[in-house]
Structure formats: structure tokens, C-alpha cells
């Protein structure tokens, strides 16, 4: 990011000179380089908020499912004890069928389990 911005930065202090000094005059020279240093500046600042936006918006969709693998499958294997599961074949097939589905958070996915092996309430 610190590459990117200072990128950013001097691509519009060049740009912005170059326009300030064909202007021909100490002011456009001087207006070119201040528009320059706030366009930057600019694509610095929108840069880090669009990443900000992004990251949010990838931790937030997946409906309550953790992002990490670990604590995913930490809790399959917790529903899996809950529900006496032992047999590693029908552990993959429970898990097989529900890749298939939606991405899950914990209660949907003890939901679908609890369907899957005819568990009523």
C-alpha cells in the first residue's frame, strides 16, 4: 500500500505540473501542482475505502460462516459429537451434500444435519 500510494502521489504532482506549466504562468505552475498532489491523494484515500468496503463486505456474506477453515470445521465436528456421528463415511457424505448447499452459519448448518439424519425436534 505505501508503494501504491506514493505512486499515486507523485503520478499526480507530475501530472498536475506538466498541465501547471503549460499553462506558462507561476500560478497555473502552482495550481497544476496543488491539483496534482489533491488527485493522489484522492486515489490514495479511495483505494484504502474501497478496500475497507471490500473486506467488510467479504467477512459479512457468508451468511454468519466463519471465514476461517479451522473454526469451520470446528464446528462441523462439534455438531458431529452432538449427534454421535462416529462413522468417517457418513461424516463425508453429510459433509459432501452440504458443500452442495448454500454457504451456512452454525444453526443452518446444525439444521440441515439434524435433516439429513431424520433427527425430528
Keep these: 500500500m505505501?508503494?501504491?500510494a506514493i505512486g499515486a502521489v507523485s503520478g499526480g504532482l507530475i501530472s498536475g505540473t506538466i498541465s501547471g506549466i503549460?499553462?506558462?504562468s507561476w500560478e497555473g505552475f502552482y495550481s497544476g501542482f496543488a491539483?496534482?498532489?489533491m488527485t493522489g491523494?484522492?486515489?490514495v484515500g479511495a483505494t484504502a475505502i474501497g478496500g475497507t468496503i471490500a473486506?467488510?463486505?467479504?467477512m459479512f456474506a457468508s451468511n454468519n460462516r466463519p471465514g476461517n477453515n479451522r473454526k469451520q470445521n470446528e464446528q462441523f465436528r462439534s455438531i458431529m459429537k452432538e449427534f454421535n456421528v462416529k462413522d468417517?463415511?457418513?461424516m463425508r457424505e453429510i459433509h459432501n451434500q452440504s458443500q452442495k448447499e448454500e454457504p451456512m452459519g452454525y444453526q443452518k448448518l446444525r439444521d440441515f444435519i439434524k435433516?439429513?439424519?431424520?433427527i425430528g425436534d
Design 41 to 43: 491523494a484522492f486515489i
Design 115 to 118: 435433516w439429513f439424519l431424520g
Design 2 to 4: 505505501k508503494g501504491a
Design 22 to 24: 503549460s499553462s506558462g
Design 55 to 58: 473486506g467488510s463486505y467479504y
Design 35 to 37: 491539483d496534482g498532489f
Design 88 to 90: 468417517k463415511d457418513l
